[in-house]
């Protein structure tokens, strides 16, 4: 089970953020991250705990294994308002996400 | 790059089968996991299954026993189909691909079809 904190975030622009999930039991580094914005498909961020995926702006940085994990998003941007999930790619099937975490305007 | 483009029905009734299809371009089907995820409005996502390209499949427990995802390699096009269905099936259905030969995490989506179970 995933489960991430907090369900949401306020910040102001420029501000730092830092999302959490945590995992019932080990993942290793096999953990995603995944921003959605309204009305639109997630979007891969963050792959292998802390490798950026293609294109995604070094605003984004992940960290952790195990069970506890972090993603950080510095300096935010209009655009990194949004809900991000985090997802288990180690004990499957089934592959698994966090319910999510919705980084607010402040 | 790889483009995924769901359709089928917007609508469909309870206790019938609700059938959605993938169509896939600019990639090809092997080595390639592909995926069908889900998400109830307001909530989160849901693994549905996948089909690999050999034809073999995998599904998440919870909807095992209603779901059957195929391939079609002529078509380039990969299809789910859930039985049974009643109102708590009523999401928008995402398909996505795992690249096998890097890991495990979904790397593309389609914009994903709302179906919506009501009579």
């Known amino acids: 089970v995933m489960t991430q904190s907090p369900d949401t975030l306020s910040v102001s622009p420029g501000e730092r953020a830092t999302l959490s999930c945590r995992a019932s039991?080990?993942?290793?580094?096999?953990l995603a991250w995944y921003q959605q914005k309204p009305g639109q498909a997630p979007r891969l961020l963050i792959y292998?705990?802390?490798s950026r995926a293609t294109g995604i702006s070094a605003r984004f940085s992940g960290s952790g294994s195990g069970t506890e994990f972090a993603l950080t998003i510095s300096s935010l941007q209009s655009e990194d308002f949004a809900v991000y999930f985090c997802?288990?790619?180690?004990?499957?099937?089934?592959?698994?996400f966090g319910p999510g975490t919705k980084v607010e305007i402040k | 790059q790889v483009h995924l483009q769901e359709s089928g029905p917007g609508l469909v009734k309870p206790s019938e089968t609700l059938s959605l299809t993938c169509t896939v371009s600019?990639?090809?089907?092997?080595?390639?996991?592909w995926n069908w995820v889900r998400q109830p409005p307001g909530k989160g996502l849901e693994w549905i299954g996948f089909?690999?390209?050999?034809?073999?499949?995998d599904y998440n427990p919870s909807l095992k026993s209603r779901v059957t995802i195929s391939l079609d390699t002529s078509k380039s096009q990969f299809s789910l189909k859930l039985t049974s269905v009643t109102a708590a099936d009523t999401a928008v259905y995402y398909c996505?691909?795992?690249?096998?030969?890097?890991?495990?995490?979904?790397?593309?989506w389609g914009h994903g079809a709302l179906v919506t179970v009501s009579s």
């Open positions: 996505a691909t795992v690249d096998t030969t890097l890991s495990y995490y979904f790397d593309y």
């Open positions: 600019g990639a090809s089907l092997s080595n390639y996991f």
């Open positions: 089909v690999y390209y050999s034809g073999s499949t």
């Open positions: 039991q080990s993942v290793g580094n096999n």
């Open positions: 292998s705990a802390s």
């Open positions: 997802q288990q790619y180690n004990n499957w099937p089934p592959f698994t």
